[in-house]
């Protein structure tokens, strides 16, 4: 069965506290995986796709990093707008596959 | 840019009433997708529409119809709400199902059934 999990659910860093987010997926057929941020009342809004193993990824404070199993979003240095959910999805076929998401808070 | 657009945003029913969700992309994209997103969960697939005048049931269809009705527009029907239908409601677009571009959501529905 396909399955994603993202960890830890909840991040609480400091400003400037760097850290990783997790995504484990077993999905068949994967298509590359998508890294998306959400606001509290917004829609996804997309970040990065990753194709293959090895392959990274950056913008500003984020990079995306895969592995064939995992996916990680590295944040360097963060700051209080980075505070929002953090989702991962595989595509398998076309379709993502969401993860349940790591909602982020950075305090100044 | 308006990217994808949703009506209406906010919406409150009763148990067995009817009524449509609304969305309208302004990017040219074929594909068209609804998803559920509930708490504690990730956004589930309801039905997707790869390209005009097709459309096709994704992980969780039943108790919604959905109508294609351009190439800008993808409706979410509930013919009769349930409780269990309450959520949050995104429409999204893409260049294409098997393309393996982005989608591209709006802001969603949130609807509750009492």
Known sequence: ?108 | NAGVTQTPKFQVLKTGQSMTLQCAQDMNHNSMYWYRQDPGMGLRLIYYSASEGTTDKGEVPNGYNVSRLNKREFSLRLESAAPSQTSVYFCASSDGVFSNQPQHFGDGTRLSIL
């Open chain 1, 1 to 108: 069965e396909d399955q994603v999990t993202q960890s830890p659910e909840a991040l609480r860093l400091q400003e400037g506290e760097s850290s990783s987010l997790n995504c484990s997926y077993t999905v068949s057929g994967l298509r590359g995986l998508f890294w998306y941020r959400q606001d509290p009342g917004k829609g996804p809004e997309f970040l990065f796709t990753l194709y293959s193993a090895g392959e990274e990824k950056e913008k500003e404070r984020l990079k995306a990093t895969l592995t064939k199993k995992e996916s990680f979003l590295h944040i360097t240095a963060p700051k209080p707008e980075d505070s929002a959910t953090y989702l991962c999805a595989p595509a398998q076929g076309g379709k993502l596959i969401f993860g349940q998401g790591t909602e982020l808070s950075v305090k100044p």
